[in-house]
């Protein structure tokens, strides 16, 4: 006959490993799109935690703590987890920056959409870049290196061990915000100076040919040659996929980083 009992204890080692994961899986890239049914969250993070049970050893217990003590552990464990899916879902962002910017030279900065990914209103280039970045995350296995990044947490950082390194989050975040430019203007370069050089013979023509009405004239313009740009470097989407993917990579680790207990 098998034995199904269990102590309160490792009940309440369960439920902290729950946490830190169901609050990664409710912020990180691909398994936070609102397009997954709850039920299918749900259950992955269950068994993915049932998994990750059995795969730690040895157990930390928190018998004798209070329900304040265990409150706060719940807290602290949840933290951790959003901590490490928002490091991978603001490198996600890099892409909707790049359509604004793609979209403000096109001319298309006022057609705005409510983006089912984020919830958030998104030009249009800014949704194109957005799927076919996730397409291409589903392609290389991007989503099987955050269960494994979530998989290796728990031996950098213990359950009830976590400890928040404010110092090194906020350098962190700070090197985030310079990647985040320097990639967003990487993915929107070609539109950006394909633009400008149209922008540059509008204003020539406009010069020579002063009773020709540019303005017109250039708003056709810019529209067909920045989607014959977007179309024409549709093979480079592979390697700027690389640039935010290594961003996620670099923004988990340093938020994992700075949560680290230094004596262990």
């Not at 997954?36 to 703590?65: A, C, D, E, Q």
């Not at 991007?142 to 090194?168: C, G, H, Q």
């Not at 020709?212 to 179309?231: D, E, P, R, W, Y």
Request: charged fraction near 10%.
């Amino acid at each position: 006959m098998i034995d199904y009992s269990f102590s309160i204890e490792e009940m309440e080692y369960f439920i902290l490993i729950l946490t830190r994961i169901s609050c990664f899986v409710f912020v990180a890239p691909f398994f936070s799109m609102p397009s997954v049914p709850s039920r299918v969250k749900i259950g992955f993070s269950f068994f993915l935690s049932v998994i990750i049970y059995y795969v730690t050893m040895p157990h930390v217990y928190v018998s004798g703590g209070t329900l304040i003590s265990i409150a706060i552990l719940v807290l602290k464990e949840a933290a951790v987890g959003l901590l490490i899916g928002l490091s991978a879902y603001i490198c996600q962002t890099i892409v909707l920056f790049a359509g604004r910017v793609v979209d403000m030279e096109m001319g298309f900065a006022m057609a705005n959409q409510l983006d089912p990914a984020t919830r958030q209103d998104a030009t249009i280039s800014g949704v194109y870049y957005q799927y076919m970045f996730l397409m291409l995350m589903i392609l290389s296995g991007m989503y099987r290196y955050f269960v494994s990044a979530l998989a290796e947490t728990f031996t950098l950082i213990p359950v009830t061990k976590a400890v928040f390194n404010w110092d090194m989050l906020v350098q962190a975040l700070i090197r985030f915000l310079a990647q985040y430019m320097l990639v967003g203007l990487q993915i929107c370069l070609p539109v950006y100076c394909t633009i400008m050089l149209l922008n540059a013979i509008l204003g020539i023509l406009a010069k020579v040919a002063p009773q020709m009405n540019m303005f017109a004239v250039g708003i056709q313009l810019k529209v067909f040659t920045g989607l014959g740009v977007l179309f024409i470097t549709v093979g480079l989407l592979p390697k700027l996929s690389d640039l935010v993917f290594k961003a996620m990579q670099k923004g988990i680790v340093s938020f994992v980083e700075g949560m680290m207990d230094a004596g262990l």
